[in-house]
């Protein structure tokens, strides 16, 4: 096991009516920005009751975060909480949002104007942040229990990570009916997003870590469990949408990755062709994975065969580089079955693997630190 | 699942080495108190690497904290933490050395003069605790990444569990090579202590609660597959101990037990026991907990079932009245198979049922409120 750190504080709230948590969590403040998205949460209740928890305080409201948060539209929040002295942000939505209110409460508190700065340094200069509040609709980032983020910047086509210990909600309301109004496209994100954090993590070197390797096979194995039900037939059984929230939060809070390699390759390579074309990012996760594990497949044999044997169930009598081609196959077929397309052509799109390996933050990429820009077109070449 | 609130704000540092981190946690503070036990640190090399981290402060020493810490002795480190202004106080040891450290930080912070109010009412009135850091030299409690405490006090042949949301460690150093000197009985000890934490969550009614379950089946397969190899042959190998080391604290962090019941009508009963006859705190759960799980069998039905196929790899097409017999005597036979004793009369103690049924903390006991003092009686006299 490598030497780690491990430091999660957010508290969080988990289960149908926790909303009524936000009255005692913002009773030491009186200024509050609500940060939403498009709209959803005027429709399905969420927003009417999150308001009746904050009778009393100055509300003020900033909407239109993206998908995929834009730089340009979180500097217009930034102001808003610079001009109007809020003391708390309340993220409602799901992970895009909590993402963009992780850089304005960083970039509110700033050393300096420079807030690109914070992109680029990925979030090593931040000193403080505006605390803020998560309520979450949307199950598939983890963000709601992390400190992570990642914004877009669509003139420079980039997608850039940053995170500090400064940067965890102070509390994350978790309510599983929530998730009820979800469409179908959401639901299978939140389903592969997860799934792609946990193997970002498990899928490396073999370090003999039991404990970490046991949670990450327990992550899959529940979204696996839950995702037809959950995606095929829409189900709004209260304890499948729980295990499935919960599962999505665990998949990257910090507790399954401690003390071992991480990859992060499919996310890099993934991050740059949402920015270029606009994908969801699990769509582009869900691409990328299959054709990368078999690009580092001898790296990553001891992990692929674990997984093919205690995620899918294979015969651990198969040689490890059957077990290994197995576990990529029985994924993507897995993928497929709850609508996630694993072909870019099926998109309708033209894809340029040049150009999406351009604008990948650095190379080289993965745990071996071993995928160059060269790799990296290859592997997006044989994701067409 | 039920819902829950879930909070864990200790900073863990793990691996060889990190005892460099005291320094920088150190920082802000001027006077510390170093508690510790009986004075092993100050052979094994402990007390010298923290001492060399905290030149330029002013540093108290508090030794003497018994196994099964005494409430009396606590007093007079709570004198020294007033007297002293003491800043933080760095804890130095296992459980009894954490769990007392928790008292005495809450105590030295307390509203009034009683400070067993602190125990007759779980901790319940805290509202600050001077800060304090862990550097853990035993694997077994916890207690480095979770706010709870237990306390003796002689007089009155009790053992009190207390906690609170400010008795959390601020940070825990947790060394795998500080346990290479630890004697045969602490590491049964550390492997019993943690497996019967699990096994009092996950052991509980069936809530269709797969990351819970999952993680929890992990952590006891871990204790499992290292104590042969840690117990039987004392070996030192590094990741060996590392598994252990992290095995034990998920065995109680908060993580494997949100969402569900919990029993702890083992460690109730254990820690009567404990009081009454000297007994460690594992050596009472290892005689307690077989006996309790087939006095409460058929509450346990599906979770004994799940813990013989998932754990003990017992054939998943028996009936599960008989998987659950097969899970208790395979655990008891486990325990045997690493010197821990299963039986009352292996001690040489004379136990008087009635006597240790009248010191539990309070009845009823159980995830289910449903074992009375009675039920205890029977328990304990089953276990002689």
Redesign the interface.
């Known amino acids: ?18 909303v009524k ?1 936000l009255n005692k969590e913002c009773a030491e403040y009186k200024r509050i920005l609500l940060v939403y998205g498009g709209g959803s949460i005027k429709h399905n209740g969420v927003y009417d009751q999150v308001l009746a928890q904050l009778t009393g305080k100055e509300v003020f409201e900033f909407s239109g975060i993206e998908p995929n948060p834009e730089y340009e539209t979180l500097l217009k929040a930034v102001k808003v909480v610079k001009e109007q002295n809020i003391d708390i942000i309340l993220a409602v939505g799901g992970g895009s949002v909590i993402d963009g209110v992780k850089f304005i409460a960083a970039a509110a508190c700033y050393h300096n104007d420079d807030y690109y700065e914070i992109l680029q340094t990925r979030g090593a200069k931040i000193t403080k942040a505006i605390p803020f509040g998560v309520v979450q609709t949307l199950p598939a980032t983890g963000s709601e229990m992390n400190s992570g983020s990642v914004i877009s910047r669509a003139e420079l086509s980039s997608k850039s990570a940053f995170g500090s210990e400064h940067t965890f909600p102070v509390f994350a309301v978790l309510d599983p009916e929530y998730t009820y109004s979800l469409p179908k496209r959401q639901l299978i994100n939140g389903v592969i997003d997860p799934f792609i954090h946990v193997t970002e993590q498990f899928l490396t070197t073999n ?5 970490q ?3 990450s ?3 899959l ?2 979204l696996i ?1 839950v995702a037809d039900q959950l995606i095929n037939k829409e189900s709004k059984d209260y ?1 499948l949408r ?2 499935w929230m ?2 999505a939060t ?1 998949a990257l809070n910090g ?1 399954i990755g ?2 071992i390699n991480h990859d992060w390759a499919t996310h890099n390579i993934g991050h740059s062709l949402t920015a270029n074309y606009g994908l969801d990012h699990a769509q582009s996760l869900a691409i990328i994975a299959p054709r990368l594990w078999e690009h580092q497949l001898e790296n990553k044999l001891d992990k692929l065969a674990m997984f093919a044997t205690q995620v899918w169930g294979c015969d651990p009598n198969m040689d490890r580089r059957g077990l290994a081609y197995l576990a990529i196959e029985k994924t993507e077929k897995f993928f497929r079955s709850v609508g996630a397309k694993t072909r870019l052509s099926e998109y309708d799109i033209k894809v340029d693997p040049s150009q999406v390996a351009n604008t990948v933050f650095a190379y080289p990429l993965g745990e071996h630190a071993n995928i160059t820009r060269d790799d990296a077109i290859r592997i997006i070449t044989l994701s067409i």
């Open positions: 096991m490598l030497n780690f750190m491990l430091y999660n504080p957010v508290k969080v709230y988990f289960g149908a009516g926790e948590q370090l003999n870590t039991p404990i390797d046991g949670f096979i327990t992550v194995k529940t469990s304890v729980s295990n919960w599962a665990n507790y401690v003390g």
